[in-house]
């Protein structure tokens, strides 16, 4: 009799997998109720975790960017990079929008000049030229920069000077604009110096040389107080800015620098761990295949979902695979592409799947980022099955034995 072990994938401790097969046992029940399902819980003998108490995390100093409650710093200026890095425009939306619930509307008057125009004017009028380096090799990591942003000031400055114009235009002045909009031109021009999608290597940047080279915007601007990171009217706006866009994002980093324990070193530590100490993992999936024929329950197919996927793979094609084993399903995992960098540990790159390698089907969700295809990358030898669990990435990843498709698509591929 035909028998289903399901093996999980990275991250999983015993609760989760309690779950995890809850689900794969209703799934499969539904659709093929003769198939049992065997365990392979291998997390908790072969998955990482701090042995030392997490000895190696360095102390945090100072509890800045994020407070207790979630909220961000408005006075930790590396908060607002942080939320530079992904809109270099947030600060200047929420100075916008503060300005037009708070301030009067001033409206076209013939033969006016709307003071934000003269602003915007300033902004376009942005030049590195004071900092340009001589050398056509410039030295120094200051130079550098200047000579990397250079190509790309004019692009971002007319981006900044356009969005000041048609947010704030009809808006009575504020003060405080000057160092919100250098901020912004800094934090273009670095992404256009990267790349549109950050094909280019991200640069590589010294905090001093950026507040320099913000600095010297600023100052072009007529903005003053250099010393503080927000001044005058502008006071306030990074944090609501922060609060509204990245909150939760700068909360979750927190979470993982500062507070790093057994809850959330799994993920990407048994990812880590395998690669130098997979043989466990793939003797336990060994174990359980051979139980489970021992028992009278195969031939066997391996479900195994992410990293289990790629442990099965490794063992399916070591010189000894485990006897038995009909049909391999891998879901959302990364087996075909690790092929392809040529990181394997039982197969590379230049070799093909054994002659013995079981029938191989392959389950992905086109949302999931860490599902990827085999039929191209093994031709002949894999069949891919897409899924849509209508999930974003990253819970994509973990809801495909929630979907009950999945159940339908494999009940006919599975041995009678």
Avoid at 62 to 74: S, Y
């Amino acid at each position: 009799m035909t028998s289903v072990v399901f093996v999980h994938g990275t991250g999983v401790r015993a609760k989760s997998y309690e779950k995890s097969l809850a689900r794969v046992v209703s799934g499969l029940g539904r659709v093929r109720a003769d198939i049992p399902v065997a365990r392979c819980f291998w997390g908790e003998e072969h998955g990482a975790s701090l042995g030392l108490g997490g000895a190696s995390l360095p102390v945090r100093t100072k509890n800045r960017g994020v407070g207790g409650d979630g909220a961000l710093d408005e006075d930790d200026p590396l908060a607002v990079w942080a939320l530079l890095e992904v809109d270099p425009l947030a600060e200047l939306r929420e100075f916008a929008r503060a300005a037009h619930d708070d301030g009067e509307e001033t409206g076209f008057a013939p033969g006016r000049v709307d003071p934000w125009e003269t602003v915007a004017d300033k902004v376009r009028g942005l030049t590195l030229e004071p900092m340009a380096p001589e050398a056509e090799e410039p030295a120094g990591s200051l130079p550098r920069l200047v000579a990397d942003l250079a190509p790309h000031l004019d692009e971002a400055a007319d981006r900044v000077a356009d969005e000041i114009s048609g947010s704030l235009g009809g808006t009575s002045p504020a003060d405080g604009i000057e160092p919100l909009a250098a901020r912004a031109v800094y934090a273009l021009a670095v992404q256009r110096a990267e790349g549109p999608y950050g094909d280019d290597e991200p640069l590589a940047v010294d905090g001093a040389d950026r507040d320099t080279v913000v600095g010297a915007l600023t100052d072009q601007l007529g903005g003053g107080d250099r010393g503080g990171f927000v001044a005058g009217a502008a006071k306030g706006v990074a944090v609501r800015a922060l609060n509204s866009y990245l909150s939760p994002l700068s909360s979750l980093a927190h979470t993982f620098r500062g507070g790093i324990t057994n809850k959330s070193v799994p993920a990407s530590g048994d990812i880590l761990r395998y690669q130098v100490r997979g043989a466990g993992v793939r003797a336990a999936i060994r174990a359980a295949v051979r139980e489970a024929i021992e028992s009278g329950n195969g031939p066997v197919v391996l479900l195994a979902h992410s990293l289990g996927g790629i442990a099965c793979v490794d063992l399916l094609a070591e010189p000894d695979p485990p006897a038995g084993v009909e049909l391999l399903v891998t879901v959302g995992s990364q087996a075909p592409f690790l092929y392809e960098l040529d990181a394997l540990t039982a197969l590379r790159r230049d070799e093909p799947l054994p002659a013995a390698f079981p029938r191989w089907i392959n389950v992905y969700d086109e949302r999931d980022l860490l599902g990827f295809v085999g039929e191209k990358v093994f031709p002949g030898r894999v069949t891919d099955l897409r899924v849509n669990t209508r999930q974003p990435f990253p819970r994509a990843h973990t809801s495909y034995f929630a979907h009950q498709r999945l159940y339908d698509l494999l009940a006919p591929e599975l041995p009678k």
